[in-house]
């Protein structure tokens, strides 16, 4: 289940179409493993992962 307060203050630090809501992670490891991630964020700036990050 997704915390739509987190996703809510997530999209007030960054852009939206830079945040993944359940996003499989075997898409990003070399072994095609993981389940999926409530968030997976991609930050492209250093404020965007401070701002993440502090949250």
């Keep these: ?3 739509k307060d987190i ?3 997530l999209q007030q630090l960054i852009p939206n179409e830079k945040i993944k809501v359940d ?3 075997k898409r990003y490891t ?3 493993t993981g389940g ?3 968030f997976y964020i991609t930050p492209t ?3 965007e992962v401070q701002a993440v990050v502090k949250y």
Excluded: C, R, S
Aim: glycine residues 0%; charged residues 30%.
């Design 45 to 47: 700036k250093n404020e």
């Design 30 to 32: 070399y072994t095609k």
């Design 36 to 38: 999926n991630a409530d």
């Design 23 to 25: 996003e499989p992670l």
């Design 1 to 3: 289940m997704i915390n």
């Design 7 to 9: 996703y809510q203050a």
